[in-house]
T-cell receptor, first 113, second 111 residues
């Protein structure tokens, strides 16, 4: 079965712009988690969606938002980009077994100039 | 808070054994994960412990002590391809699929 896909894989933006990243989970998975990974902070939880509802949220400013569609695909949006938003954004597809059946996508590497 | 602590870097020799430790705060703890991440790639699942004890999976084993808030990942018969970052992550009650990650331990295996 197909794995987790994320698009785009690489992205370059400038400060002040906004960006939308997409994640398609494994077929049958209804939950998607988003993480930000930077060299200084490591992997940090952004939010989690289950059946189109945000179920959990990390400690990120309101510039970071997300949503999930009826087909379980999820998007995250970052508005008014800052240099510090440069990071690898990882999407994880969560099966019925919870976090122990969490599979990460390849990530989107965002560079903000 | 829910801090997860692990060493920043470790080095080891090919063929040797290395143990990577991880400590976490026990309040609300629900399970401990280990992931491997090669440079430029996504993390891949290695192990999950929820009960005390040792879980062995080939060359890799993971141990958990819930009362001590302590886990370790044991890598045996090290190979050069084991050079990677190893991420310790914990699940806490009410967190659903929200994993709290440590900063990762960068392991360098040399000949």
């Amino acid at each position: 079965k197909a794995g987790v896909t994320q698009t785009p894989r690489y992205l370059i933006k400038t400060r002040g712009q906004q960006v939308t990243l997409s994640c398609s989970p494994i077929s049958g998975h209804r939950s998607v988690s988003w993480y930000q990974q930077t060299p200084g902070q490591g992997l940090q939880f952004l939010f989690e969606y289950f059946s189109e509802t945000q179920r959990n949220k990390g400690n990120f400013p309101g510039r970071f938002s997300g949503r999930q569609f009826s087909n379980s695909r999820s998007e995250m949006n970052v508005s008014t980009l800052e240099l510090g938003d440069s990071a690898l954004y990882l999407c994880a597809s969560n099966g019925r077994g919870g976090a122990q059946t969490q599979y990460f996508g390849p990530g989107t590497r965002l560079l903000v100039l | 808070g829910q801090n997860i602590d692990q060493p920043t870097e470790m080095t080891a020799t090919e063929g040797a054994i290395v143990q990577i430790n991880c400590t976490y705060q026990t309040s609300g703890f629900n399970g401990l994960f280990w992931y491997q991440q090669h440079a430029g790639e996504a993390p891949t699942f290695l192990s999950y412990n929820v009960l005390d004890g040792l879980e062995e999976k080939g060359r890799f084993s993971s141990f958990l002590s819930r009362s001590k808030g302590y886990s370790y990942l044991l890598l045996k018969e090290l190979q050069m391809k084991d050079s990677a970052s190893y991420l310790c992550a914990a699940l806490f009650s009410g967190g659903y699929n929200k994993l709290i990650f440590g900063a990762g331990t960068r392991l360098a295996v040399h000949p």
